[in-house]
């Protein structure tokens, strides 16, 4: 069964989109094995954001990362990172279609209400990022 990471970002959190972008993600198939709140420091973000962290608006994604805790999760299911990202929409939220987790709920490219691992080798590193051993759950 393939696992993904999932960050609902602040403007989640702050908007109460949880409930409705978690129950989208179960009716997808995914399976929560992992939860957990947290205040991302400046280095988990340098870390998760390696791609980007050197370039002029990383300053803009800390800043919006920091303004809320985010909730972290761990879903499993079949195929389930091609499930997650179809659902969720492009990166992009005003070039996501209406029906897309983000195409409803987001409003730009950084404000896009969640973040999902693109690949299986992306997942195994930001679930080992956000969750220590015997912190993700199979059952």
């Not at 993904?4 to 978690?22: E, S």
């Not at 389930?80 to 939220?93: A, C, H, N, Q, Y």
């Not at 690949?119 to 912190?135: H, K, N, Q, V, Y």
Request: proline share 5%.
């Amino acid at each position: 069964m393939e696992k993904t990471l999932i960050l609902l970002k602040p403007d989640c959190i702050k908007l109460n989109h949880c409930g409705a972008v978690i129950q989208r993600l179960e009716l997808a198939g995914g399976k929560i094995r992992a939860a957990r709140m947290l205040t991302l420091s400046d280095a988990l973000l340098r870390e998760h954001y390696a791609h980007v962290a050197q370039l002029p608006f990383f300053p803009n994604i800390q800043r919006f990362m920091q303004e809320t805790p985010v909730i972290a999760l761990v879903l499993a299911g079949d195929q389930i990172i091609r499930k997650v990202r179809d659902l969720l929409g492009p990166t992009d939220s005003t070039q996501a279609p209406k029906g897309t987790i983000r195409g409803d709920f987001g409003t730009d490219k950084m404000r896009n209400v969640v973040h999902a691992s693109d690949s299986p080798a992306s997942a195994t590193l930001e679930i080992r990022r956000f969750f220590a051993d015997g912190e993700v759950f199979a059952f």
